[in-house]
């Protein structure tokens, strides 16, 4: 199994292409956005940890390692197609549309945080593992019926594959063949339990054979091969030739959350190693030193430019208020059921007698 799903490169480590047949397609300008976006989300990323640690936002969810993976696949995006993140996914959000500022409202607890921004269906993170498997299938089957071209990209965990919601969603998607790319990130964790802890099988892409669909294993912080393996797969969608798996290989460098010590359960000396030999960004830099369009003055641009986008989204955030927690009660149903209503009103009397 391990064979028949090998792990698909187009850069190779060294930032060189092992796959010359998509060198035509890798343009100077899609390479430069690539960069921006991988710097801009790192930037972003490093900046909320900081944040969190200062108390000047909750609980955080860091990406850094996992940049390629979520923003190549964002790229392969067209306007009307839809994005069903996890609490992990920002990066890819914020690279499809969603701005730093409703980023960071996010992670401060507003509600502001969740609305998708305007003309783009970016569905809000899920937070409940896998749940928003079956929905994208849904959305994607709501695509087909009205004939529309849009497709449905839907990103998991490897944790998510352990749950019910994942063999359902694929179940669903490829009985109804619906226009859907199923997208993992398997940063080989779920929070502390390693991948080899939580199923038997060698790889997740395998995992496709049973619903009879394509099932890919790409390098993912090649982002070359996410980028083009995730846009063939929406063109398959698009083109009614229904669902796909993409498992990408990842690694993420950090904590679970700002709540969360790697160093219970793993060797730090793994990520350090990773960073020095598999890290997405540095893979692009080698690439484009060795093509010819590296600019260090560019490249210092970019950082700059990047820096002060993110002060400024960091100011925008800070004039507003704190996390209002009556909020939390009003936005789950249009209506509330009695047993919101009913906690609620718990939660108001417990907070009159704390003033009083
Ligand atoms: C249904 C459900 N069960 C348990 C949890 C607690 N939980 C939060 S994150 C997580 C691990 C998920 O791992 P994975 O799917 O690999 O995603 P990653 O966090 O690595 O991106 C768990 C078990 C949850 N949020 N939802
Ligand atoms: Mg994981």
């Known amino acids: 199994m391990e064979r028949q799903f090998s792990i698909r490169q187009i850069m190779d480590e060294q930032g060189r292409i092992v796959e010359p047949e998509y060198r035509e397609q890798i343009t100077e300008e899609l390479v430069m956005a690539m960069y921006r976006h991988l710097v801009r989300t790192r930037t972003f990323d490093r900046k909320c940890v900081s944040l969190q640690r200062q108390g000047r936002i909750g609980t955080y969810v860091p990406f850094e390692g996992q940049e390629a993976c979520q923003v190549g696949s964002a790229l392969a995006l067209e306007d009307g197609d839809w994005m069903f993140p996890t609490y992990r996914d920002h990066g890819a959000m914020m690279t499809f549309g969603r701005t730093l500022t409703q980023t960071l409202l996010y992670w401060k607890g507003r509600t502001e945080g969740c609305i998708p921004p305007q003309g783009k269906k970016i569905v809000p993170p899920y937070v409940p593992i896998a749940t928003q498997l079956p929905q994208a299938a849904g959305a994607a089957y709501a695509e087909k019926r009205k004939g529309t ?17 994942f063999h359902e969603g694929l179940n669903f998607a490829s009985v109804f063949n619906v226009p859907v790319v199923f997208f993992n990130q398997n940063n080989q964790y779920a929070i502390s339990v390693p991948i080899t802890r939580q199923m038997k099988s060698k790889t997740i892409a395998q995992k496709a054979l049973a619903y009879d669909i394509p099932g890919i294993r790409i390098d993912g912080n090649d982002i070359f091969a996410v980028y083009f393996h995730t846009k063939q797969a929406l063109e398959r969608a698009r083109n009614g030739e229904g669902p796909t798996l993409i498992e990408a290989v990842t690694w993420r460098y950090g904590a679970h959350t700002t709540s969360d010590d790697p160093s219970k359960y793993r060797d730090q000396e793994e990520s350090k190693r990773r960073r020095e030999t598999t890290d997405p960004i540095m893979r692009l830099e080698r690439f484009m030193q060795q093509e010819g369009f590296w600019d260090e003055n560019w490249a210092i641009d970019i950082q700059e430019g990047v820096n002060a986008e993110v002060e400024q989204a960091v100011a925008e955030m800070e004039r507003y208020p704190s996390a209002n927690p009556e909020d939390m009660f009003d936005y789950v149903f249009a209506e509330p059921t009695w047993t919101i209503a009913e906690q609620k009103q718990a939660y108001m009397e417990w907070k009159r007698g704390m003033e009083g």
Request: aromatic letters at 12%; charged letters at 25%; glycine letters at 18%.
């Open 149 to 165: 071209k849009n497709a449905v990209i839907v990103y998991f965990g490897d944790g998510a594959t352990s749950e019910g919601d």
